[in-house]
């Protein structure tokens, strides 16, 4: 296959294909933190992040929710519907930790009686910082109808995917996650949902299954993306 490169990320790839409502996003081994400070190809990333997004995103499909994805197409791809980006990042968090435990001095672990949504303008050369909806919308990037659906969705998310996890016995402890306008204007999950984009610990043991393992230095990190993939696929059998 011949596919134009229309753009290369960090951990992916775009690619054109026939259809301009479609493309190919190619999930590679590389992983980078702390903005490109820090960089390694991990062994398998590439397809075990592939096989975990494709299996959350074709059950959020099942249970209502509407996302980019149509289809695994082979060991690192996936096709998804074109969409128009929106420059914001919603982290959903159900257990304290990462930034928000370091910038308000909480200890990690802390389980908050109510879920916290943050969202972030995604700009890397500013470090995508923390905003909140009134500078969303004063900067033209949303409206205040279309954050009320992105808040309302991310919350179902979140519902489905916890009782996901909760059954593959880890803890969803907080996730990123980002929207884009369909043809029809509506707004629609468009992004991977994998090891490097939220924390996952074991629900036993409190061993962290996620990226924090590259970005911490704890080893094992290959391993424990296996992990994720094979516990999701029995959960979900
Ligand atoms: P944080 O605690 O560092 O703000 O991270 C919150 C969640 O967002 C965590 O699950 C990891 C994810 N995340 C990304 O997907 N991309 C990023 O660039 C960062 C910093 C975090
Ligand atoms: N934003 C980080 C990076 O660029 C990624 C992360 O920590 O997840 O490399």
């Given amino acids: ?12 790839q775009i690619f054109a294909t026939d259809n301009p409502a479609r493309v190919i996003i190619r999930f590679k081994d590389d992983a980078t933190a702390f903005y490109n400070i820090k960089r390694a190809k991990i062994e398998n990333k590439g397809k075990m992040n592939c096989a975990i997004s494709s299996l959350l995103l074709g059950y959020l499909n099942e249970n209502g929710i509407a996302t ?27 257990v304290i930790a990462g930034s928000m435990a370091k910038r308000l001095g909480l200890e990690e672990g802390i389980v908050p009686e109510n879920t916290i949504f943050d969202i972030c303008l995604r ?18 990037i949303v409206s205040y109808e279309e ?27 907080d996730f990123k996650i980002e929207f884009g306008r369909d043809e029809e204007g509506r ?33 094992r990190v290959r391993e424990a993306y296996e992990e994720v993939a094979n516990r999701l696929r029995d959960a979900l059998k």
């Avoid at 980019?68 to 159900?94: G, K, P």
């Avoid at 700009?123 to 900067?139: F, K, R, T, Y």
């Avoid at 996952?200 to 043991?205: F, K, N, Q, R, V």
């Fill in 123 to 140: 700009d890397a050369e500013l470090g995508d910082p923390l905003i909140n909806d009134h500078h969303a919308v004063a900067m033209g």
């Fill in 1 to 12: 296959m011949n596919m134009e490169l229309l753009h290369e990320g960090k951990s992916k």
């Fill in 187 to 219: 707004m629609v999950l468009a992004d991977e949902l994998t090891p490097d984009t939220c924390r996952l610990w074991d629900i036993e043991t409190g061993d962290r299954l996620d990226k924090d393992r590259f970005r911490r230095d704890l080893g």
């Fill in 68 to 94: 980019h994805f149509v289809e695994q197409t082979d060991d690192h791809s996936q096709l998804c519907r074109v969409v128009e980006h929106v420059a914001i990042e919603v982290i959903v968090r159900n």
């Fill in 147 to 173: 954050l009320e659906t992105i808040y309302r969705t991310s919350a179902k998310i979140n519902a489905l995917l916890t009782e996901l996890y909760r059954k593959a016995g880890i803890t969803l402890v």
